[in-house]
C-alpha cells in the first residue's frame, strides 16, 4: 500500500477535531500548500501526520482521494471540522491563499513514530521532517530493511550488553500470498534460476533440490490494480538468491532486461488468468 509523510501545524490541525469531524461526516478535507500527483499513488493510502516541530508522525490516516483545492472546500462544513473553518473567515497568515490540494482523509488511528525511522520507495531513510510530499514504504520487512542498510552509514554500537528495542508496530495492509503456489512454480522450473538455468545456490534439506526463490512479476503490492488475483504459478518466477536481489535491487538498464525476457513467455498465460497488461506496464512497477 502507498503511503505519503506530511506535515501539520499543531496551532492549525489539531487531531481531536478530524477525529470529532469523522464521527459525523465521515471525510475531512485536509489541505496542503503543495501541488501533488495523484496519478502516483493507488488509492485508498495510507497517510503519516507529522506534528511540526516535534519531529515525530502523530497519526496514521486513510486517504481515500486527492483533489484539486478549492475554496468551496472551507464553506461546505461537511468536509472541514468546524474550527478550522473559524480560521478560514478570520483568514489569518492568509490561509485562504495557501491551498494547492486537498487530502480526503476516512479514518484516523493515534500513534507516535519518529519521521527518521521511516523509509522512502527509494531505499532512502527520511532524514528531514517532509516539506513537500515524500512517498515511503513502512519500516518493516525485509526488502525495507535490506534497503535500509544500503543506505545507513555504518556505526558500532558502544561495548556491552545493549537493551532489546520496543517491538515494530506493522503499518502496512498486505494481500497474502499462498505459499502452494510459489512452490508450483519452483517445481515447474525443476529448481533452476529462470534468469540463467546454469545457477547452483546449495540443497535446501526440506526439498533436497537446488535452493530457489519466488518472485512475483508482476509484485504483488500491485494487487490494487487487477480485480483478479495476480498469486498464481505463472507470474511467480523461480529465481536464484543473487538474481532474486537483483531484479529487486540493479541498475533500472539490467532490471529491464530481465523482466522483458520473462514477459515474452508469460503475457499469454497471465491474461488467461484475467490479468491483462502490457510489458510496458510491468517494467514501470519496477521504476519505483
Ligand atoms: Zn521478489
Ligand atoms: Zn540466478
Redesign the pocket.
Known amino acids: 500500500m502507498h503511503s505519503i509523510l506530511f506535515s501539520a501545524n499543531p496551532e492549525q490541525a489539531r487531531m481531536e477535531d478530524i477525529i470529532n469531524h469523522l464521527k459525523n461526516h465521515k471525510m475531512v478535507y485536509f489541505n496542503v500548500n503543495y501541488p501533488i500527483n495523484w496519478d502516483q499513488f493507488i488509492f485508498p493510502m495510507m497517510g503519516f501526520i507529522h506534528i511540526t516541530g516535534t519531529g515525530q508522525v502523530q497519526c496514521c490516516v486513510e486517504i481515500s482521494n486527492i483533489e484539486t483545492y478549492r475554496d468551496e472546500h472551507y464553506e461546505n462544513e461537511e468536509l472541514k471540522p468546524p474550527e478550522w473553518r473559524v480560521r478560514w473567515l478570520e483568514n489569518p497568515n492568509e490561509i485562504r491563499s495557501k491551498g494547492k490540494c486537498a487530502y480526503i482523509i476516512t479514518g484516523l488511528t493515534k500513534f507516535e513514530y519518529k519521521t527518521t525511522e521511516l523509509i522512502r520507495s527509494n531505499g532512502e531513510p527520511v532524514t528531514h521532517a517532509p516539506e513537500g510530499y515524500i512517498k515511503i514504504i513502512a519500516p518493516y520487512g525485509e526488502e525495507a530493511f535490506q534497503s535500509a542498510v544500503q543506505y545507513a552509514s555504518p556505526e558500532l554500537p558502544e561495548e556491552g550488553p545493549i537493551n532489546r528495542q520496543e517491538k515494530n508496530v506493522v503499518l502496512t495492509t498486505s494481500y497474502p500470498r499462498k505459499p502452494k503456489y510459489s512452490k508450483e512454480a519452483l517445481v515447474k522450473a525443476q529448481y533452476k534460476c529462470e534468469h540463467d538455468n546454469s545457477h547452483k545456490t546449495f540443497t535446501h534439506p526440506a526439498t533436497g533440490k537446488n535452493f530457489m ?4 512479476l508482476i ?1 504483488m503490492e500491485f494487487q490494487e490494480y487487477f480485480v483478479n488475483s495476480i498469486d498464481f504459478p505463472e507470474n511467480i518466477i523461480s ?1 536464484c538468491p543473487n538474481c ?1 536481489r537483483a ?2 535491487k540493479a541498475d533500472f538498464n539490467e532490471i529491464e532486461k530481465m523482466i522483458t525476457t520473462f514477459c515474452g513467455k508469460r503475457l499469454d498465460s497471465l491474461k488467461k488468468r484475467g490479468i491483462k497488461v502490457s510489458l510496458k506496464k510491468i517494467i514501470s512497477y519496477y521504476k519505483d
Open positions: 526463490e519466488a518472485h512475483h509484485p529465481l532474486h531484479i529487486h
